[in-house]
């Protein structure tokens, strides 16, 4: 699936695209604070603009929530009509393993219903639905769950929606780590965009027990964290080197499960991206016609 392309972005957590927007259409969106980071990883905006043969980008997006993926899907073709390596996995929640399904919960925001989410585990959400009918005194209802677990899924809120799950883990070692590209011009850069609602204290220590986070393999991730899922501590400092940022997070960071360490770690930067969140300065159909929002 990577084969050809030189460079890799991996947009874990893609919602509704517009990172991938920034990557391969930047003159529309100067003003973004991932254009130094896409500057570094994969050279100036005029060289990103160009098609995928000639840039060797190729981008991977990731979204879990079922809403977005039509306008996904309609980018996905868009963009490969253009000439641009895009691939969407969508509805896909990024995970630490490949199960039979996720649960998707929609959170309810004040400016659209649409955006917050996260996604939930089979035991999480059975914590989850135990509260809930807990709260609305639906002890009939949990008598049934006590019976019969499989009517769980039965009396599910309208909010959570089933997805499949992506080990991002193995996708990397399957389609990015060896990928077969023209190394005549220098060897490639895969940078990652981490937005995944708290599953990142799950998948980056997975990550680095795969052995996937280390420079060669991910060069660069920019993630934003959510601590107050989890109650990590939050490091106010905005960039802060690989080892050391994990490391105040997870512990470890720099061993390969085999207790080998990387030659240099993948560089982990905190950074919260919401710029031109709604894509409204230049909307997609403008650039794709057939996309209806």
Same mark, same amino acid.
Not at 10 to 35: C, K, W
């Given at each position: ?21 920034? @990557?391969?259409?930047? &003159?529309?969106?100067? #003003? ?12 100036? %905006? &005029? ?13 991977? %997006? ?18 490969? %009509? +253009? ?34 989410? +996260? ?17 609305? $005194? @639906? ?8 019976? $019969? ?12 929606? &089933?997805?499949? %799950? ?12 060896? +990928? ?5 011009? #220098? ?16 998948? @980056? ?18 993630? &934003? ?10 490091? !106010? ?13 997870? #512990? ?31 909307? @997609?159909?403008? !650039? ?6």
């Amino acid at each position: 699936m990577g084969d050809g392309c030189r460079h890799v972005y991996l947009d874990l957590g893609a919602n509704i695209g517009v990172h991938n927007r920034f @990557l391969f259409q930047p &003159e529309f969106y100067p #003003g973004t604070s991932m254009r130094s980071a896409f500057d570094e990883s994969f050279g100036s %905006a &005029e060289r990103r603009a160009l098609p995928s043969q000639e840039s060797g980008i190729c981008a991977f %997006a990731f979204e879990a929530n079922p809403l977005h993926a039509a306008r996904l899907r309609a980018m996905e073709e868009c963009y490969l %009509a +253009r000439g641009h390596r895009l691939k969407v996995f969508s509805p896909n929640a990024v995970s630490d393993n490949t199960v039979d399904s996720l649960y998707f919960q929609k959170l309810k925001d004040d400016n659209a219903v649409m955006w917050g989410g +996260r996604v939930r585990s089979r035991h999480e959400l059975n914590v989850d639905l135990q509260n809930h009918l807990i709260k609305y $005194n @639906l002890t009939e209802k949990m008598d049934q769950m006590a019976q $019969n677990p499989e009517t769980l899924y039965s009396l599910l809120p309208d909010n959570y929606t &089933e997805v499949m %799950a992506i080990d991002i883990a193995a996708f990397i070692n399957q389609h990015i780590k060896d +990928r077969d590209y023209d190394r005549s011009n #220098g060897t490639g850069t895969v940078m990652a965009k981490m937005d995944i609602e708290g599953t990142e204290f799950h998948v @980056l220590p997975h990550m680095e027990k795969s052995g996937v986070l280390c420079k060669g393999i991910i060069d660069r991730i920019a993630t &934003e964290f959510h601590p107050g899922i989890y109650h990590k501590p939050l490091n !106010t400092t905005h960039i802060c080197p690989g080892y050391e940022c994990f490391a105040e997070y997870f #512990g470890n960071y720099d061993k390969t499960p085999g207790g080998e360490k990387c030659g240099t770690p993948t560089f982990i930067e905190l950074r919260d991206s919401e710029d031109y969140l709604y894509d409204t300065e230049s909307p @997609l159909e403008q !650039t794709c016609p057939d996309y209806q929002p």
